[in-house]
């Protein structure tokens, strides 16, 4: 089976066990076959039937459909972290994960591989992404003149995509990208990663193999959508807004400042980020 349909039918043989609490409650599941998992997604924090803690507070709320769209089950989480560790200690999908999109790319660390899973939850564009990359096992470098495997490893250094070889460097840790007073230039880590992703695909389906400003298009484009279901799935993450641009821009040689900020209401899915061209096409 193509590496990207293992995935809708992740948890495809578990089913609920009854439960008087209904579907709400924390579940415990039990194999079945009589019930088929057809697709998951995390709800919305405003969806009606979101898991809320003992005071009405929403949590991550990961929810699995049949066929029909009808909710088979859901479960909360505190957060992302929390869903990983659920996630890598599942039975059924710990024994699966090797055949699963985005096993080749983080190749083999279960440190990326499952907050890997969480953010193709999040966000199916993510999914469609990495599924692509690992249609090809490998890449020519020119560069290096060599052939290189499409891959995403940990860094201490920038978040980055080395453009020839479609390898993604990714920083857990970096939170912010310029030290900007404005509100877009913080977020979740996992942005960042849903960012260089991009790239590598630019690599693999587009052969960008050489970085130019006009790649920034896509890759803040796919990171704003990852940032959209942060801000309406993740609980904690009002404060977070679209990336309206690359950093800044030049005026007569003079860099002016960073964008301003956007609402939400003021983006959609098509939005055309601003580039540094001034910047970055030299
Ligand atoms: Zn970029």
Aim: aromatic fraction near 14%.
């Amino acid at each position: 089976m193509a590496r990207g349909l293992v995935g809708l039918f992740l948890w495809g043989a578990f089913v609920v066990a009854p439960s008087p609490a209904g579907y709400a409650g924390p579940q415990t599941l039990v194999p079945d076959a009589n019930v088929v998992v057809f697709s998951y997604d995390f709800l919305d924090l405003d969806d009606p039937r979101v898991v809320s803690d003992g005071d009405g507070t929403p949590k991550l709320t990961f929810a699995c459909f049949d066929e029909d769209h009808n909710l088979v089950w859901t479960r909360g989480f505190a957060d992302i972290d929390a869903w990983c560790e659920y996630a890598r200690n599942d039975p059924d999908l710990s024994a699966r994960k090797t055949e699963l999109t985005g096993w080749a790319m983080s190749q083999g660390n279960e440190e990326i591989f499952w907050p890997l899973q969480a953010l193709m939850v999040l966000c199916p564009a993510v999914r469609d992404t990495v599924a692509a990359v690992e249609s090809r096992p490998l890449v020519f470098d020119r560069f290096a003149r060599t052939w290189k495997t499409p891959h995403i490893e940990f860094t201490t250094g920038e978040n980055f995509c080395h453009q020839p070889s479609a390898t993604v460097f990714w920083n857990p840790t970096i939170t912010r990208a310029y030290g900007s007073p404005m509100a877009w230039d913080m977020f979740p880590p996992l942005v960042s990663l849903a960012h260089e992703l991009v790239h590598a695909w630019q690599r693999v389906v587009e052969e960008r193999q050489i970085y130019g400003a006009s790649l920034e298009i896509g890759a803040i484009r796919g990171e704003n959508l990852v940032r959209h279901a942060f801000y309406r799935k993740v609980p904690g993450h009002d404060w977070l807004r679209p990336r309206p641009g690359n950093r800044g821009y030049y005026v007569n040689g003079t860099f002016t400042t960073y964008f301003e900020d956007m609402e939400w209401s003021e983006w959609w899915p098509g939005f055309s980020p601003a580039l540094d061209t001034f910047v970055e096409d030299r």
